[in-house]
Every structure is written in structure tokens, then in C-alpha cells.
């Protein structure tokens, strides 16, 4: 089945130990995204790629950094993760100009900051 | 700039009773709708969308929900609950207007089902 993965599932670090999560897609979707999501809150979107054309978000902090080396992948770099930045943290993709945009989301990475 | 209100931020409810999730919005352009649900510790999973077409959306799990332009809703619900509806919800909606509309989310709905 097409999906969303993200890797790994739980992850956890040190404060201020760079962390990279990862999220891949075989949905052939152009666009992904990332979001940030703390307890009991919406989705918040710190980033996403439109093909190569990377979207940050005004309020996102520059400790966050994306890449996307392909089509298929998409990382988030956290350069130093301090405890505020513990939360779940949700990739999503799109195929522009389609299906309304629908946005499909994988499981979430759930990061947490010791 | 677009926004969603859910009303309720948490919904009690016994299992097999009657239920809505009550979603508004705003938007000065044509929308799509969009319910996602979220279970513990896991990601969204699309419920139900509407985007064009009849107004009346449904799920293959028993949800339902009709998109009202005039009362700007699209109000979900569903006739029976089972325990294992327990989730939050999140209404969303994104313009339809022209490509690279980002989703604007509600602040989400917790449904507890309780036997």
C-alpha cells in the first residue's frame, strides 16, 4: 500500500544533541510537509517543499532545518534541541493541483528532549 | 486568511449513542473540508472530505458530514459510537481557489466513548 513512513517511531536525545528525523513517501506526492504537534494541540506547520522549492514558515526557528535529497525523502534537523522542542512531530504529503490537496500524514516521530 | 472553530473541546459520550463534532469556519474564498482523527501516539488518518460535488460526505466507518455554505459548517457525526471511536478529531479546511493552499486546522475535538 501507498504511504507515509516516518523513522524512528520515538526518538530520544540530549539537550542541545542534534537530532535528525526522517519521513519518506511512495505516494509519488510533490509535496511534503512538516508539522509540529504538542499535547492536546492542533498540527502546527513549520515547513514544506514543493518539488525541490523549499516553504519556511515565518514563525518557525531558525534550530530547524529541512532537506529533501529526493522526491521520496524528507528530514527534519533539529540543531539543538532544547526541552520546548519535545513533541510529536508529523510528516505529511500532497500531490499539487490534485485531489482537493488532500494531505495524507504518516504515523509521527515523537521526540523527546532529556 | 482562513480559520475553524470546533466548539468543543472534549465530547463525553456512551457507546452507541448519537454523536456530532461541531466545525465552523471562516475563509473569503471557496473551501475544501477536510476530518481528520487521531489516535494515541499515532499520526492523522483522513476521515471524510468534501471538495466538490454533493455536500453530504461519508466514511467507511459510519461517520458523516455535510458541508452547509450558508451556515459555514461541516459538522461531523455519526448515529452509533463504538469504544473504539475514542480519538480526537481535527476539522480542517484549505481554499480551493488556486494551488498551495496550506490546511488550516480547528483546535480539535477529544470523543470519549465510555462503555
Known amino acids: 500500500d501507498a504511504m507515509v513512513i516516518q523513522n524512528p517511531r520515538y526518538q530520544v536525545t540530549q539537550f542541545g544533541k542534534p537530532v535528525t528525523l526522517s519521513c519518506s513517501q511512495t505516494?509519488?506526492?510533490?509535496?511534503m510537509y512538516w508539522y509540529q504537534q504538542k499535547s492536546s494541540q492542533a498540527p502546527k506547520l513549520l515547513f514544506h517543499?514543493?518539488?525541490?522549492?523549499?516553504?519556511n514558515e515565518a514563525d518557525t526557528p531558525d534550530n530547524f532545518q529541512s532537506r529533501r535529497p529526493n522526491t521520496s525523502f524528507c528530514f527534519l534537523d533539529i540543531r539543538s534541541p532544547g526541552l520546548g522542542d519535545a513533541a510529536m512531530y508529523l510528516c505529511?504529503?500532497?500531490?499539487?493541483?490534485?485531489?482537493?490537496?488532500?494531505?495524507?500524514f504518516g504515523p509521527g516521530t515523537r521526540l523527546l528532549v532529556l | 486568511a482562513q480559520s475553524v472553530t470546533q466548539l468543543d473541546s472534549q465530547v463525553p459520550v456512551f457507546e452507541e449513542a448519537p454523536v456530532e463534532l461541531r466545525c465552523n469556519y471562516s475563509s473569503s474564498v471557496s473551501v475544501y473540508l477536510f476530518w481528520y482523527v487521531q489516535y494515541p501516539n499515532q499520526g492523522l488518518q483522513l476521515l471524510l472530505k468534501?471538495?466538490?460535488?454533493?455536500?453530504l460526505v461519508k466514511s467507511i466507518n459510519g461517520f458523516e458530514a455535510e458541508f452547509n455554505k450558508s451556515q459555514t459548517s461541516f459538522h461531523l457525526r455519526k448515529p452509533s459510537v463504538h469504544i473504539s471511536d475514542t480519538a480526537e478529531y481535527f476539522c480542517?479546511?484549505?481554499?480551493?481557489?488556486?494551488?498551495?493552499?496550506?490546511?488550516?486546522f480547528g483546535g480539535g475535538t477529544r470523543l470519549m466513548v465510555k462503555p
Open positions: 517543499y514543493y518539488d525541490k522549492d523549499f516553504n
Open positions: 480542517a479546511v484549505s481554499g480551493s481557489n488556486n494551488a498551495g493552499n496550506m490546511l488550516t
Open positions: 505516494l509519488n506526492h510533490n509535496v
Open positions: 468534501y471538495l466538490s460535488g454533493s455536500t
Open positions: 505529511a504529503t500532497s500531490r499539487a493541483g490534485g485531489d482537493g490537496e488532500t494531505q495524507y
